[in-house]
């Protein structure tokens, strides 16, 4: 049995067709316009714009920084009150015979979730450094660029030294993360294994043995906190230093003094 195709004619179909037909030119043509319209200003995108993206990069980052410190001082604070529980910590009850016992599985659950928040924020500073590292690149390869369109030698003379300065803050920007990294990923990875010790043995005994381990924690994060308070006010200075924008100087403590005071 053949099957017939089936055509639809009349008037209002072929006023539905004509209709889609126009539809469809009008889509072509707004999509040549959004087409023409990113192409244009692409190339009218003035270089201090691209170096005002890479300050906000720094800027964020900056932020991310300071949230990361913030996290690693609530996991400490939370795995401090942990293994520092004591039976006396329980307030006494003149009516009652038993005393109640104390549950080690709140603090140990609330440090827990603590330290994943502390590599979170450890993994989205990551993520700003690679954010900066793309944001550099363009900047200075827009930069090069223009220098190779200027005409005479003393402008692009200084112009180049200029950039070479920007690159040079870059680098340093990249030591100070290389510094942060080296320090952080060592004692978070420190702490997991406590995590997983106590996992194991959340018991007064198991609290007793970590206690040594925690005691070393704190004095790495002490060098952490100081690689980290560094990074932040590098990535501070380096914004102010490529915006489009004059900050008014004030004196205004780094966090590195804040944390030292």
């Not at 206690?211 to 004095?219: F, G, L, S, T």
């Amino acid at each position: 049995m053949q099957t017939k195709s089936i055509e639809v004619t009349g008037p209002a179909f072929v006023q539905a067709r004509q209709s889609r037909s126009n539809n469809v030119k009008s889509l072509q043509w707004m999509g040549l316009l959004v087409v023409a319209g990113v192409i244009l200003t692409g190339c009218s995108t003035a270089g201090y714009q691209k170096g005002d993206v890479a300050a906000q990069s720094l800027k964020d980052a900056a932020g991310q920084v300071r949230m990361e410190n913030q996290a690693l001082d609530l996991t400490m604070a939370t795995l401090r009150n942990l293994v520092n529980k004591s039976p006396s910590d329980n307030q006494p009850d003149a009516k009652r015979f038993n005393q109640p016992a104390i549950d080690l599985k709140p603090g140990y659950q609330r440090f827990s979730r603590a330290l994943d928040r502390l590599e979170a924020a450890a993994a989205r500073t990551d993520q700003a450094a690679t954010q900066i590292a793309q944001k550099h690149a363009a900047y200075l390869a827009n930069w090069n660029k223009e220098l190779s369109t200027m005409s005479y030698d003393a402008v692009r003379s200084r112009s180049e030294a200029r950039k070479n300065e920007v690159s040079q803050r870059f680098e340093a920007v990249n030591r100070r993360y290389s510094e942060a990294r080296a320090a952080t990923q060592p004692l978070i990875a420190y702490l997991n294994d406590i995590r997983k010790a106590l996992g194991t043995d959340l018991t007064t005994g198991g609290l007793a043995a970590v206690k040594p381990i925690v005691q070393n924690a704190e004095e790495n994060t002490v060098k952490v906190q100081t690689a980290l308070a560094r990074l932040s006010d590098e990535l501070s200075a380096s914004s102010v230093q490529l915006a489009s924008t004059m900050t008014p100087q004030m004196p205004e403590k780094t966090t590195s003094q804040a944390m030292n005071k």
